[in-house]
């Protein structure tokens, strides 16, 4: 037997992280069940926690059948079971969406410590996504403690990512932590002064608000959270698609501001989990 027949059927390199992957994505699509709720209370002021899952159009009660991610939505044929009225695809789609996303952390981070805070960041912008494309809002509920926990996430695990020239120079002599805190808050200030300051040169050239606060709010969050290349990133991804996707709308509805139609958080959202999770490689192949 050769070295290679040894590698090859390891269990550590091939049977274990598959079924680690598909226990990820399965935890994924129960959190994703919960983001659900927050996704559809929070904007109504409602609480998260009482009372249990109910039909929003006729109120009864979920039994336990009713509330199998993705899987009660296709048994049930996206219909409530008492009164038959269509169920948001909503639903599934981010069951969906958060299961793959855990299974694509799992990969990026592995068994470390970085591991639960991605978590809790993706399902954080997973549920910004949602509200924004729905109220066009990103409430302060979430990106408050977004960003004290970006914070408290670059302090516990410290993450010198786009700081390394710094860390090298000025503050050689600093702790990880201390230099991590410093790489957080200039993220903050990249991400969330950046969109202010677009925001503020368009209100003065065109004399209407085009950058709301809570994208502002967001980015404060994202920046802290992914440092200030990956943010630099994030921005660049998101006004790229925001703009391809704005401009096609507005040829085919006839509009001429894609300010109406376009909340931006999607579009900054689905490009901060890009950046966190593909984000290094992306910066390395275009420096390279
Ligand atoms: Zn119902």
């Keep these: 037997m050769d070295q290679g027949f040894f590698q090859l ?21 129960i959190i994703g069940s919960f983001l659900n709720v927050v996704i559809h209370r929070l904007p109504l ?5 009482f009372p249990a899952s109910h039909c929003p159009s006729c109120d009864a009660k979920l039994g336990i059948f009713d509330n199998i991610p993705i899987l009660s939505y296709l048994i049930l044929w996206g219909r409530c079971r008492a009164c038959r009225m269509p169920i948001s ?3 599934p789609a981010v069951e969906l969406l958060t299961a793959i996303l855990y299974a694509f952390v799992f990969r990026h981070d592995g068994w470390t410590l970085a591991l639960p805070f991605d978590l809790v960041f993706v399902s954080a912008v997973v549920v910004l996504i949602f509200i924004d494309a729905e109220h066009m809002i990103l409430p302060n509920a979430i990106t408050y403690p977004g960003l004290a926990f970006a914070v ?20 050689a002599l600093w702790p990880l932590e201390a230099v991590s805190l410093v790489g957080a808050i200039f993220g903050a200030l990249v991400g969330g002064g950046s969109l202010w300051l677009t925001g503020w040169i368009w ?10 606060l809570g994208d502002v709010k967001m980015m404060l969050m994202v920046g802290a959270y992914l440092g200030w ?32 139609l376009l909340p931006f958080g999607i579009f900054l959202g689905l490009a901060a989990i890009i950046s966190l999770l593909v984000g ?9």
């Design 9 to 29: 059927s390891n269990p550590e390199n091939t049977l274990l992280p598959s079924a680690s992957f598909a226990v990820a994505a399965i935890f994924g699509a």
């Design 45 to 49: 002021g409602e609480s998260i926690i």
């Design 89 to 91: 695809p909503r639903y």
């Design 152 to 171: 408290l996430a670059r302090l516990l695990v410290p993450n010198l990512d786009g700081l390394g020239l710094l860390h090298e120079g000025a503050l």
């Design 203 to 212: 209100e003065r050239l065109r004399g209407v608000e085009a950058m709301g």
């Design 229 to 260: 290349p990956r943010t630099v990133l994030t921005i660049f991804l998101a006004v790229l698609t925001g703009s391809l996707v704005g401009i096609l709308l507005m040829l085919r509805r006839g509009e001429r501001d894609m300010q109406m």
């Design 280 to 288: 290094e490689t992306i910066i390395a192949w275009y420096l390279g």
